[in-house]
């Protein structure tokens, strides 16, 4: 059978989509395309370790973004007391935030997952309201960013000059899509994360330590968007709000490809990347960007909902 | 002696010792403290620094030994940038704490919130934040209130003055086209908008960005628009969040138009160290480099590194060392803490101020008592915030045109 068989019709017109567009704006506007993908690139990776937390703990981590600026503020002072740049300050960051993410799951998480819903988001509502005031009181409001050079690296293709360093978000994403993928389909731990995923019940009646799973997954987690957060700072200011839209959108991506769905997770994080930045390429239209960006998160929910109804 | 005689006697000692123990209390109250109630955000930079620099001048008063022969007490409370908290300060202040003026202050939003708590003390409060032209329409008709920072529409005439005396005396200096980026909230927009009838005589273009500090932090669209229309000035006003990061992505999209001019409230305070500041504009009440020029800026920058081991790095520092001085000087012309007087006194203010211009006390449109009026144009070189305009503070010559790095 051709690939074109196997296809349901919305998944053909979905991958010439996939296709076309990018041709399309190479040749329209392709600083469009360019900064798309790293915008959403951005999006995608800080989202990854949500998703990963939503798809095997079951819990909304509302203080995702507020991990996210604790780990800029570790690596911005990793800088100014041991001179480390933040790239390489992303290495100490994994450590202490796996860490700081085992010792809150032991003290919090683990004692509301059998709490109700709304309890569990309250509590990691408080974590990021604790947070973010730490952070003030340490720090005050006053915004931190180093200088560094390479952040502003770019190269131009005949009229056309774009940076070239925020390609990082884009490889980032891919390259930890796949890292979790391999994790959690070719090793014992990962195998066992999902699982306990798809049924915490099941996987402990065949000898998987759920306890532990969780305490992993949630650790791991942490230290991810911890590094992510040195990562952040290279061309973000941080201040104690930082984050908290990050906790948003990471949320709507999540909820756009579906719980689990960490592919999906990546492809919504550059598709609303892209979005956004044509959005913004018509001038006078670039406060429509946010508008966008929910509009498609509601209309493929809305799409998926319809096709489970038809299916 | 009769026993009523005798029960008459002990109540005229005990009326005699009433007396005397009451007339101690107040005597004791006359000689305490004169109290200063501040309020002011201490998470922010303005807050913390300008906090510091009124106990600077409150120790140097008290060590020149006071006012009217009484210590000066500075009583500072935090309003967390928040409009309730900054009432709720108020209240305290003037019940608890009973102070004897009201200073302090910086966040235009919060003051309307302390507002209906100032009226109902009505206290001589000399208030040095709080640029906004509702605030000044909310306090018309108060003898009692004293505004020594610039209202926005006084901010905005200096700068179309500051740019037309820069164009005369510089003629390589030319603005015809203003490109304006402008964060996409209240104060962004109203910016904006004030902007383009001060400056009617430009071709003015203008466009919204998500600030960093409400989850933006992409400018590099309004950059590329910018650079399209090729101005000859390019403004963005945004917040301290937004400085270096527009600067590196202008740097990224080779954008770099003659003039390149930042307008947020507060700027980071290591930004003149980064190589993209080099040759940035900015607007501002005060700059180090003002202690080359004067000599109360001299001493105060001294005096505040001396003290704290820190330079000051935002004007309200020198702001809230004039908001003491002014107020202890304007009680010892009083001679009284008679709120008449010290209205009088305060009318009489002629302070010379580390910000390099004397204070004086004159009307504005709305109301009586309006102490600075002017902004400065500023430009960042070799690390360092020069003075470009008013001619009179000038510490430099201006780098034109802007190169980037």
């Known amino acids: 059978m051709t690939l074109f068989r196997t296809l349901r019709r919305w998944q053909l017109l979905l991958l010439l989509a996939s296709l076309g567009v990018p041709i399309v704006l190479m040749l329209w506007k392709p600083y469009v395309l360019i900064e798309g993908l790293q915008r959403g690139g951005l999006y995608a990776v800080i989202a990854l370790p949500m998703a990963l937390i939503l798809g095997v703990v079951g819990i909304i981590n509302l203080a995702h973004g507020e991990f996210m600026m604790l780990g800029a503020y570790f690596a911005y002072w990793m800088g100014v007391y041991a001179g480390l740049d933040p790239l390489v300050a992303m290495i100490p960051a994994v450590v202490a935030f796996a860490l700081l993410g085992a010792i809150t799951y032991v003290l919090t998480i683990r004692r509301a997952l059998k709490a109700p819903e709304l309890n569990q988001l309250l509590l990691t509502f408080g974590m990021a309201m604790v947070g973010a005031e730490f952070a003030n009181l340490m720090w005050t409001s006053q915004p931190l960013k180093p200088h560094l050079s390479y952040v502003y690296s770019s190269m131009a293709l005949g009229e056309l000059r774009f940076g070239t360093y925020a390609f990082i978000y884009t490889a980032a994403a891919i390259v930890l899509l796949v890292l979790l993928h391999l994790f959690l389909r070719k090793t014992r731990l990962g195998r066992a994360a999902l699982a306990v995923g798809q049924n915490p019940r099941g996987a402990r009646l ?55 769905n960490l592919p999906g997770v990546v492809w919504g994080g550059f598709g609303l990347g892209i979005a956004e930045a044509l959005v913004s390429s018509f001038r006078g239209y670039g406060g429509w960007a946010d508008v966008v960006f929910f509009a498609v998160l509601v209309a493929v929910i809305m799409g998926k909902s319809y096709r489970r109804q038809t299916a | 002696m009769s026993l009523k005689s005798k029960a008459m006697g002990l109540r005229v000692w005990a009326l005699a010792i009433l007396v005397v123990v009451g007339a101690g209390f107040l005597v004791a109250a006359e000689e305490g403290p004169i109290k200063l109630g501040a309020v002011l955000p201490l998470a922010d930079i303005t807050g913390a620094q300008g906090s510091k620099a009124m106990q600077l001048a409150v120790d140097e008063i008290n060590a020149a030994g006071g006012v009217l022969g009484r210590q000066l007490e500075l009583i500072i409370v935090d309003d967390e940038s928040k409009a309730e908290k900054g009432a709720a300060a108020i209240d305290k202040l003037a019940t608890v704490d009973n102070v004897d003026v009201f200073i302090g202050g910086m966040s235009s939003g919060v003051h309307l919130g302390e507002l209906p708590a100032l009226k109902k003390y009505e206290r001589v409060t000399v208030w040095i934040g709080a640029a906004s032209s509702l605030v000044e329409q909310a306090v018309v008709g108060l003898d009692w209130y004293f505004h020594i920072h610039p209202w926005d529409y006084l901010q905005g005439a200096s700068y179309v003055e500051g740019w037309a005396a820069l164009q005369a005396e510089y003629p390589l200096i030319e603005i015809q086209k203003a490109f304006w980026a402008y964060e996409e909230g209240a104060f962004g927009t109203s910016s904006y908008q004030g902007s383009l009838v001060a400056f009617s005589n430009w071709e003015n273009v203008g466009e919204s960005f998500k600030s960093a500090l409400l989850g933006g932090g992409d400018y590099r669209a309004v950059l590329r628009h910018a650079q399209e229309f090729d101005p000859d000035l390019f403004i963005w006003v945004g917040y301290a969040a937004d400085a270096l990061p527009i600067m590196e992505q202008a740097a990224e999209i080779g954008f770099a138009p003659p003039l390149f001019v930042g307008s947020p409230p507060g700027w980071p305070a290591d930004f003149g160290t980064s190589p993209l500041a080099d040759g940035v504009i900015a607007y501002g009440m005060w700059a180090p480099s003002i202690k080359d020029v004067s000599p109360v800026s001299q001493h105060f920058w001294d005096a505040y590194i001396a003290k704290y081991n820190e330079q000051p790095a935002t004007y309200f520092a020198p702001l809230g060392y004039t908001n003491i001085y002014v107020v202890a000087e304007a009680i010892a012309r009083a001679g009284t803490l008679d709120k008449a007087a010290l209205i009088t006194a305060l009318e009489a203010t002629n302070y010379a101020s580390p910000l390099g211009e004397t204070l004086t006390f004159t009307p504005s449109n709305l109301i009586d008592h309006q102490g600075f009026r002017n902004q400065k144009i500023l430009q960042w070189q070799n690390g360092a915030q020069q003075v470009l305009w008013p001619f009179e503070y000038a510490t430099a010559l201006p780098a034109y045109p802007f190169t980037g790095p």
């Open chain 1, 206 to 260: 065949v000898g998987i330590d759920v306890n532990r799973t969780y305490l992993l997954i949630f650790s791991v987690s942490i230290a991810l968007v911890g590094a992510l957060g040195a990562m952040f700072l290279t061309r973000h200011s941080v201040f104690p709000s930082a984050g908290s839209p990050f906790t948003m959108k990471s949320f709507c991506l999540i909820a756009m490809a579906g719980i689990g």
